[in-house]
């Protein structure tokens, strides 16, 4: 993926699935313009020190979308490529992906622009603080609670809760969702956003006559959301034949043994040196052989120039805005059945609503209890998709904005515009 791709306007590709969902709708002028606006979007410094002892300030963002329908809610990343416009779509699509699978959260997120590969735990620690402190007064279990995103882990909101905490006196576990077990995690949290890829994956390769057994998978990522994804499929028996991280990609026409990939990461941190299969590039193995695609990584990968090239039957996206819209009509010209982002990857936020629930109740679930709850809000909720998607003769994509802003826009026409 080139820097150059991602400079174009990723809330831009929001804004222009949300038109096409709202034509559906016949929504009005008014409420349009509500919607395509950002409640609050906050940018701070975050000076900080290196182990070196040299100064620098980084900057830090969150954005709160829309509360129509409950508090903020969304994940912090922390990456290089991190913009207003990025984080601004980003909680833009949280408040769709909340909605479309019925949470009373609103949307939000956030991020620091700083690259944490070249940080130590320490280091990163005191931006975490840092960025927690900046917004003590915005965030709360019931104004904005988030959550991870790219490159931020259960202790980064270990840290989060903690900060927070401090300044208020008072332990508050559900300020934040992601967190490590021992303060108040949720049994299956971690797995879950691949968990609700692959429960969405297989329902629809069920519809569409995949057998799971006789199927390729091909994941792009192999983070949080890739690696839970290839672990799920391949225990269901689907042949993973391509995997990748940022340090390229490999594939394996007879599959790849997902379990040692895994113990490669752990080990190396990424997929480098992985001899599993042969090395391709990541643009390679996006228009590689497969039946499903999983995009897992970042946004703006399916491009006009390389959609014509997939060959997938079906892409389950992962990651958050992976597809352009231009990618996605030609996908449509195809015929390649695609389940959006905000219902493919809403498996994490799902499960952060359950560990926000029993944050409040002080009262934890059994995994499987987490498993069967996450499988019955999904599969309603993708079949509710399923129904407008053939009474409207629509994408799924389409169908999922339109179920999802219906959603919001009750909510906001119920309290009314205070003014
Ligand atoms: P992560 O940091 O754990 O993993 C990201 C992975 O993508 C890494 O393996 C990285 O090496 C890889 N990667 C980065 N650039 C790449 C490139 N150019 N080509 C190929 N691989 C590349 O992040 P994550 O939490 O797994 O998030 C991945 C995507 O899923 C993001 O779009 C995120 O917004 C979305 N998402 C995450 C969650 C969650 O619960 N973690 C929930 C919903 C959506």
Known sequence: MTTAVREVSVFGDGIAYFNQAADLLELDAGMRRILTHPSRQIIFSIPFQRDSGEMEVFTGYRVQYNFARGPAKGGIRFHPGVTLDEVTALAFWMTWKCAVVDLPFGGGKGGVTCDPATLSQNELERITRRYAAELVEVVGPDKDVPAPDVNTTPQVMAWFMDTYSMHVRQHVPGVVTGKPLEIGGSRGRVEATGRGVTICALDEMSHMGLVPEQSKIVIQGFGNVGLYAAKLFAERGCSVVGISDVTGAYYNKNGIDVHAAIEHAAKHRNLEGFKGGDKISNGELLTSECDVLVPAALEKVFTAENAPN??????????????????????????????????????????????????????????????????????????????????????????????????????????????
């Open 310 to 419: 997939v060959k997938a039957k079906l892409i389950v996206e992962g990651a958050n805005g992976p597809t352009t819209p231009e990618a996605d009509s030609i996908f449509k010209q195809k015929g390649i059945v695609v389940i959006p982002d905000i219902m493919a990857n809403a498996g994490g936020v799902t499960v952060s609503y359950f560990e926000w629930v029993q944050d409040r109740m002080g009262y934890f679930w059994k995994e499987s209890e987490v498993n069967e709850r996450l499988e019955d809000v999904l599969l309603a909720n993708l079949g509710e998709l399923r129904a407008i998607k053939n009474a409207r003769s629509s994408t799924f994509r389409v169908a999922a904005y339109a179920l999802a802003i219906d959603r919001v826009v009750k909510a906001a026409r119920l309290r009314g515009i205070y003014a």
